[in-house]
């Protein structure tokens, strides 16, 4: 069975909970040990993403990326915000913005497992399906 890097991630994190840096030192120094016996030494830079991002989920902060055809301006922006620190119940919110001319208008906004897709390309294939039916 393969692990996926936020699998490795999730595990570490749990196993660093509670430690002293001395005992860090040695389970990360082990767990370098058996990712390389593992061959899952090249997911590393992927487990370290997903580690960093549950150290910040657990402080309370959150960054999502959105997704727009063009840059959003600041309101936008501060409505999504407001709207994701109370959907997520993170303290703080960071946007790490990707324009994407092809989703025509609207965002598609991700943050965890989850995605908010309000893009004009979805809805128009939406109602096109709907059409169709």
């Keep these: 069975?393969?692990?996926?890097?936020?699998?490795?991630?999730?595990?570490?994190?749990?196993?660093?909970a509670d430690k002293?840096?001395?005992?860090i030192e040695k389970s990360i120094a082990d767990?370098?040990?058996f990712l390389?016996?593992?061959n899952d030494f090249s997911k590393a830079d992927n487990i370290v993403s997903e580690l960093e991002d549950l150290f910040k989920k657990e402080s309370g902060e959150l960054t999502i990326e959105v997704i727009s055809?063009?840059?959003?301006?600041?309101?936008?922006?501060?409505?999504l915000k407001v709207y994701l620190e109370k959907?997520?119940?993170a303290k703080d919110v960071s946007f790490s913005e990707v324009i994407n001319p092809e989703i025509i208008g609207g965002f598609?906004?991700?943050y965890d497992d989850k995605v908010v897709d309000g893009s004009?390309?979805?809805s128009l294939a939406q109602f096109s399906r709907q059409l169709s039916n």
């Design 69 to 79: 055809a063009r840059k959003l301006s600041k309101a936008s922006k501060d409505v």
């Design 31 to 33: 767990f370098i040990v």
């Design 120 to 122: 004009l390309k979805s």
């Design 108 to 110: 598609i906004a991700r």
């Design 36 to 38: 390389n016996k593992s």
């Design 20 to 23: 002293s840096s001395s005992e």
């Design 1 to 16: 069975m393969k692990i996926s890097p936020k699998q490795y991630a999730t595990g570490l994190y749990e196993l660093l």
């Design 87 to 89: 959907k997520s119940k």
